[in-house]
């Protein structure tokens, strides 16, 4: 499975847009890249997930280049309850029956 | 529609003692996962289980074991706690039909606390 590394930590203010990059170089061709979001004492939630070019949907939009070696979640005009960890995942894509190989992700801290 | 139910939320046990944590899996799905997450780290893949059995395994010693049963709902057995066994303990469904990673519910999690 694809290693990733993602920053640590990340601080924005209410309204900005946040963009938190992943490397992923040993990604496979099979593979996709997902992220999920996790608030305190709760379990992670997926947000998107896509192979390559661009994929939007209500919450993100997820930005990956022709190499594939890395990816941007991109998070438009965050509001406070956008404060969460933030996992960017390299996922096969063959069978459902993955485990899901979490880092230790990035910590964005949204401030008024 | 129910997602995936963890119980308890919360427990704390002795050292030595042995713990059974509960899941129920989302509608649908007939796989589950279970995950340690200690914290400030992220979910480590403990197992899963499909069909009743034990499909894959993480880097985690016999101490840890599980149990499907037919309404795809699962178990998690820890004996013998350390304290280093306190962790969030989650529960992940998916089904089998679904690939990649876009199709994992997780429960809230049970806290375990080892005293």
């Known amino acids: 499975l694809a290693k990733t590394t993602q920053p640590i930590s990340m601080d924005s203010y209410e309204g900005q847009e946040v963009n938190i990059t992943c490397s992923h170089n040993?990604?496979?061709?099979?593979?996709?890249i997902t992220w999920y979001q996790q608030f305190p004492s709760q379990g992670p939630r997926f947000i998107i997930q896509?192979?390559?070019t661009k994929v939007t949907n209500e919450v993100a939009s997820l930005f990956i280049p022709a190499d594939r070696k890395s990816s941007t979640l991109s998070l438009p005009r965050v509001s406070l309850s956008d404060t969460a960890v933030y996992y960017c995942?390299?996922?096969?894509?063959?069978?459902?029956?993955?485990?899901?190989?979490f880092g230790t992700g990035t910590r964005l801290l949204v401030s008024p | 529609d129910a997602g995936v139910t963890q119980s308890p939320t919360h427990l704390i046990k002795t050292r030595g003692q042995q713990v059974t944590l509960r899941c129920s899996p989302k509608?649908?799905?007939?796989?589950v996962s279970w995950y340690q997450q200690a914290l400030g780290q992220g979910p480590q893949f403990i197992f899963q289980?499909?069909?009743?059995?034990?499909?894959q395994r993480g880097n985690f010693p016999d101490r840890f074991s599980g149990h499907q049963f037919p309404n795809y709902s699962s178990e998690l057995n820890v004996n013998a706690l350390l304290l280093g066994d306190s962790a969030l303990y989650l529960c992940?469904?998916?089904?089998?039909?679904?690939?990649?990673?876009?199709?994992?519910?997780f429960g809230s999690g049970t806290r375990l606390t080892v005293v």
């Open positions: 992940a469904s998916s089904s089998s039909k679904t690939g990649a990673g876009d199709g994992y519910t």
């Open positions: 040993n990604i496979a061709t099979n593979d996709y």
């Open positions: 896509g192979y390559k």
């Open positions: 995942l390299v996922v096969p894509s063959n069978t459902g029956f993955q485990k899901l190989v």
């Open positions: 509608s649908g799905h007939d796989t």
């Open positions: 289980y499909y069909e009743e059995e034990e499909r």
